[in-house]
């Protein structure tokens, strides 16, 4: 009886030590990558969050194969499964069977990582501000989402014969902007603080909003199911209820936060107490409907208001520098840039459709940056490109539209090349733009790194 059950341990040993290797590996991995292309990007004056995104591409799908999300259907790299199946003593089937059970636990880190980053962004909001410019960041919201959406519809079903259900799917990946992207530029050149960041923020924040609502019509649409005006309706006032909560809540939350904040003696208290309101807001927004993200946003600005908003801030930002590192990184990793081969005739009509997905998704967030009405004087050029990005939001609604089977080949890899070129563009674009004028005064300690 004791020799199977020596042996029993002695495999599941096995199976731990190479479960722990892939998980280490897998950090080890994405850190070396990313912090070392993010030194190139700095030497070139580009954003650090481009070289993230180029560390996910180079180890992922389009590169390495080091890391790759399971969904892909591609087999991790045989050196880095023969390696760990050497060290730990099962064997190379084993480990990428281990490999995917293990990934959306690395997932939940990456996500961690963007509600710490959207909740640095609420922290670092000037709330007067951002209300002051709650007209204007409606009006390049609106606009940022019905043009590129009405336009890419229209030119998909007019121009390239696309069924409409198709259409108007594609047309929806084209109307959310990234707001984890967004806010890691603007807060890294300094922007963040300004008119325009915060116009771009607020509008990206409603975008949310309304990409939500725009998601829930379109699975409804493709699953078959009748369009009811009931649970939209009611999408749309919890989240206008819940956006004003937060507000409130602002004024009214942060003064009991900062009693209960200073009667706490134990170490860490600070970064606690501030996780614990960041969980409370992602799980009253994911239990009404709306996204965790959105939550993270309005935890960040319920305290921004804070007596000790400075420490938050400076206890969440190393948290930042790590997570929202895996975060980016991982965006990349699912880029299958092979859809750029124009040798390849499956991808000449992906590569036509793409090229007009990009420019009405580049001409309609960039018209938007004209959309609003301003007595002071503004960058719209910086507003536009500002909500240029789709990000992992494009990736959400790609990743829908192909577990349902609702997309052709050409379709999903024109979709895929746009959320790529806008994802890509916009830390470029805004580079180049700002590059003459510096960023506004502030302390260095304030910057989000990533």
Known sequence: MLLPTLLLEIGNHQFEVAETLIQV???LVIFLAARTLAEVMVRLSLPTILGELLAGVLIGVSGLHFLLPPDTGVAINDLLLNLVSSLSGVTPEQVQELYTESFPGLQQVSLLGLYALLFLTGLESELDELMAVGLQATTVAVTGVVLPFALGTAGLIWLFHVPTILAVFAGAAMTATSIGITA?????LGWLKRREGQIVIGAAVLDDILGIVILAVVVSLAGGEALAIGPILKLVV???VFVAAALWLSGTAAP???????????PGEVVVAGFVVLSLCCFAAQA???????????GGLILSRSRHT?????TVKPLVALFATVFFVLIGTGMDLSVLNPLEPAN???LVVALFLLLVAIAGKVAAGWSYLSKEPSNRLVVGLGMLPRGEVGLIFLGLG???HLLTPALEAAILLMVIGTTFLAPLLLRLVLGGEGPAPRDPLEEIPT
Do not use: N
């Open 402 to 404: 192909t577990q349902a």
């Open 288 to 298: 009404i409907g709306l996204e965790a993200a959105l939550g993270a946003f309005a």
């Open 184 to 188: 890691s530029v603007f807060g890294e």
């Open 310 to 314: 400075e420490a938050i801030q400076e």
């Open 25 to 27: 590996g897998r950090f």
């Open 256 to 266: 009991a936060f900062d009693w209960l904040l200073d009667r706490l003696k134990a």
């Open 238 to 240: 919890a989240a206008l």
């Open 348 to 350: 000449r009509p992906g």
